[in-house]
Structure formats: structure tokens, C-alpha cells
């Protein structure tokens, strides 16, 4: 009979994490929280869940890490082709196309979400989202993984056309951080990948600079200085 340490290691385990794409006026932000989880055990806290596809176009990953890293290695490499037989670099479309072709005809397989962003001369900055399943869906704005639940309600409110390079990356920061915040699957730091007619941009936000929602602790280094900051009164027989 399977033990109980044993059925915890080759069961199900949830895994977590907040992805986003959003468009503004001259091309894409995509950010990510960095929290790798194996049920209620954080792999890695730092991990990078925006891997590069080509120059101009990046990819968010969602879901199972092995399944999403070797979709993108082998959209990666079909990428690498394409711009070798054509002389140009793949349109945003295409490496979209691309996993989602991988992700339909494995579907029954593959365990991942994602989101895919950058900008062409073509047609510019655009973002794509390939949920469970290999849907294809063209979006202005875009979220993925557990995180994403805590945030329609926000980005109905505070998303709007035509936003500007900078209040793109403030609301992708403030939404990261918010499901960071109700969200125990996703947690560390925020990276931000930037990417317009002038190249790409990336971007880090260690833990200390995220802002802080209700209720939220700062950050400590140990819990000597949650005690030491807080002196408690003396007491008076």
C-alpha cells in the first residue's frame, strides 16, 4: 500500500503562479511573479517565467514548468528556421500561431497556459493568450494562472486604451503585486519584459519595492525586528 509520503510526491500538485500581457500606444508589457510551487512547497522563488522566443517577441508561462519550457524550446527553434528561410524576423503572429499548434495537437498532454507579447513592423505591438486547451485569442489585455481570478475585477477598472509606455508597466507592477498579495501560489519579486519599435526592456522589482495591500506586512529580515519594532509598554504594578 502506497504510503502517505509517497502518495504526496506522485500525486497531483497545484501550481501556481500570475502571468500578464497588456497592450499600450506603441507596443506590449509582459509581467510575471517569479514563485515556482509544487503544492504547498516553493521550488524556486526566483525563477524567470518569461522566456525569449526571438528579438521582438516573448513568452509568459503558466501552469507546469517542464511543459511550458519545452513548448517554448521548440517553438524557439521552429522560429529560428522561419527567419533563416524567410531573411526576417518572425511577425508576433506567427510564434503565436505556432504554440498554439503545439498546445492544440498535445492538449490532452500538456498542462500549461500562456501568454505570448511583441511587436512587429507589421502589426505592431500585440498580445496573444493560449489557455489550457490551445485557444487562440487576440486581446488587448491578457491573464494568466492562479493569481489571475483576484485581478478581471481590477483590470476592468483600471485598464484603458491607449495607455503610455510608462502607465503600462505601473499597472502590470500593481497587478502582479496585488495577486502576490492574495494569491499564496504566487509570490517573490515582479520582472517586466517591455517591447516596442525601439527594442526591449527589461525589468526588476525586488520584493521591498512592491507596493503593499490590505493588511499586508512589510517586508522583514527576521522576526527579531517584527519584535524589536513594535516596544511593548511597560507594565505598572
Not at 510551487?37 to 513568452?59: C, E, F, M, P
Not at 527553434?77 to 531573411?87: N, R, S, V, W
Not at 486604451?161 to 497587478?175: D, F, H, P, S, Y
Not at 501560489?185 to 521591498?208: C, F, L, M
Request: glycine share 10%; net charge negative; with cysteine.
Amino acid at each position: 500500500m502506497e504510503s502517505h509520503k509517497e502518495s504526496e510526491i506522485n500525486g497531483p500538485h497545484s501550481m501556481g503562479t500570475t502571468i500578464i500581457g497588456v497592450t499600450y500606444n506603441g507596443g506590449v508589457v509582459l509581467g510575471a511573479d517569479s514563485r515556482t510551487s509544487t503544492g504547498v512547497y516553493v521550488a524556486n522563488r526566483a525563477s524567470d517565467k518569461i522566456t525569449q522566443l526571438t528579438d521582438n517577441v516573448y513568452l509568459c508561462r503558466s501552469g507546469s514548468a517542464a511543459d511550458s519550457q519545452t513548448v517554448s524550446d521548440y517553438v524557439r527553434y521552429f522560429l529560428h528556421q522561419h527567419t533563416i528561410q524567410l531573411g526576417q524576423p518572425a511577425t508576433v503572429k506567427v510564434a503565436a500561431n505556432l504554440v498554439r499548434l503545439l498546445s492544440y495537437n498535445n492538449k490532452n498532454m500538456l498542462q500549461t497556459g500562456m501568454i505570448i507579447g511583441g511587436w512587429d513592423k507589421y502589426d505592431g505591438g500585440k498580445i496573444y493568450g493560449v489557455p489550457l486547451g490551445g485557444t487562440l485569442l487576440e486581446l488587448p489585455f491578457t491573464l494568466g494562472g492562479s493569481g489571475s481570478s483576484y485581478l478581471y475585477g481590477f483590470f476592468d477598472q483600471a485598464w484603458k486604451e491607449g495607455m503610455t509606455q510608462e502607465e503600462a508597466e505601473q499597472l502590470v507592477v500593481k497587478a502582479v503585486s496585488l495577486a502576490i498579495a492574495r494569491d499564496g501560489a504566487s509570490g517573490g519579486v515582479v520582472r517586466t519584459v517591455t517591447i516596442n519599435s525601439e527594442g526591449v526592456t527589461r525589468k526588476y522589482y525586488p520584493e521591498d519595492k512592491l507596493p503593499r495591500w490590505h493588511e499586508e506586512l512589510e517586508p522583514q529580515n527576521s522576526l527579531l525586528d517584527i519584535l524589536s519594532s513594535s516596544s511593548p509598554e511597560p507594565m505598572i504594578s
